[in-house]
């Protein structure tokens, strides 16, 4: 058994890092089908060394929202399909029905920093305008659509390989993360500083990609971690402080106090913008207001795999799971993904932040969908499982 996990943990390894790194473009122009083609070879991987290692309680599930994505593209009265949107729900079923993360890493700080030092390369060489690393990211890394990364350039935006600031930001978040819980519990201070420079590393860029959910997800870190802090002191006196922090910002936000600093002005034009964030998603008016239009106006028939090349698809879940799969597709993922996480066996909390990091991401863009995320997420389960071995929180697998 811990042969089989051995290989299995080293093909997720070899996977996780190429989904990070394969190019989306070359010479700046996409490469439209990339991602497929990725997909195809990667769950063909997957499926053959998984075979043993089946997640009995997905597989009807997988089933089921693969029937119904077939079921709906049928019933659609769209003029388009579009191919392409069926592999991320088959890379979907297959890393969650066929990949049982529950093995282990042997070096876990050696291929974190093998891994993600190549992500602040690129990051930070964007923000100082470092030319071979903007041209790397521009001539291999476009996706989406060809005016994008274009956008993100030319703010300095750090979006690396993930070519959205909203990606970027949640990727930048989990990593952050990781990094803190591998100094927390590291037992040798050369550990502990590697994981909080790393830390300090991705927390540093987030403010940058300027967006709402990479500016609410910092606060979020910088709270967390400063009342981790401050509550070896007194636990009141760490949610004080924070509470009077938290007051004294929004004051001076108010006041028109950060309208003097280029960068403060950029911070709170992001959260008044009605074209990003969860009033860009959300707000009536928005740029998914024809998406939603639609689901009210047809009683909430999904689309399947079709497209009418005006409806917005895929900025958060009602405009990908439920546009697509329906509502009951989509719980139907959100179980798979819990059955995935718990066949990992995960410590209680972790697992279940790990399931409410997803849920949240989905209103800000649907992650599982998203090709470098989703064969990502069993390398990252391996290194969080591997830093909790070695602080001796887990026990090593039978």
Not at 28 to 43: K, T
Not at 123 to 145: C, H, K, M
Request: hydrophobic share 55%; charged share 10%; proline share 4%.
């Amino acid at each position: 058994m811990q042969i089989l996990q051995r290989k299995s943990s080293l093909l997720l390894l070899i996977i996780g890092a190429a989904a990070f790194y394969l190019p989306s473009s070359i010479g700046g122009s996409i490469l439209p089908i990339a991602y497929s083609i990725y997909s195809v070879i990667f769950c063909g991987l997957l499926l053959w060394s998984g075979r043993n290692e089946v997640i009995k309680e997905n597989i009807v599930p997988a089933i089921t929202i693969l029937l119904l994505l077939g079921l709906f593209t049928a019933v659609s009265d769209m003029p388009n399909i579009t191919f392409g949107a069926i592999f991320p729900y088959l890379s979907i079923c297959t890393i969650f029905t066929f990949c049982r993360c529950a093995g282990e890493l042997g070096s876990p700080k050696l291929i974190s920093a093998l891994l993600f030092g190549p992500l602040l390369v690129l990051g930070w060489g964007t923000i100082l305008s470092f030319e071979p690393a903007t041209d790397l990211v521009n001539d291999f890394y476009q996706a989406y659509r060809d005016d994008l990364l274009e956008q993100m350039s030319w703010m300095a935006k750090p979006v690396a390989v993930f070519a959205t600031h909203s990606v970027a930001a949640f990727v930048y978040f989990a990593i952050s993360v990781l990094f803190f819980r591998m100094a927390a519990l590291s037992k040798k201070s050369a550990d502990k500083w590697f994981g909080y420079v790393m830390f300090v590393g991705f927390v540093a860029m987030m403010p940058l990609l300027l967006s709402n959910s990479a500016l609410l997800l910092f606060a979020m870190l910088v709270s967390g971690v400063g009342i981790f802090w401050l509550r070896k002191l007194n636990w009141t006196v760490a949610v004080l402080l924070s509470f009077v922090l938290i007051c004294f910002v929004l004051f001076l936000a108010t006041t028109g106090y950060f309208d003097q600093f280029e960068f403060m002005s950029e911070v709170v034009n992001v959260f008044q913008s009605k074209d990003n964030g969860l009033m860009g998603r959300f707000s009536s008016g928005s740029r998914l207001q024809g998406t939603y239009d639609y689901l009210l106006d047809n009683y909430f028939q999904p689309i399947g795999i079709t497209w009418d090349g005006v409806l917005e698809i895929g900025d958060n879940f009602i405009a990908e799971y439920i546009l697509r799969i329906s509502i009951v597709g989509y719980f139907l993922v959100l179980i798979m993904l819990w059955n995935f996480i718990k066949a990992a066996r995960l410590r209680g909390w972790s697992a279940l932040c790990i399931f409410l990091f997803f849920v949240m991401t989905d209103f800000g863009f649907p992650l599982l969908v998203t090709f470098r995320v989703v064969f990502f997420l069993p390398l990252y389960i391996l290194l969080w499982n591997s830093i909790e071995a070695g602080s001796g929180l887990r026990k090593a697998p039978c």
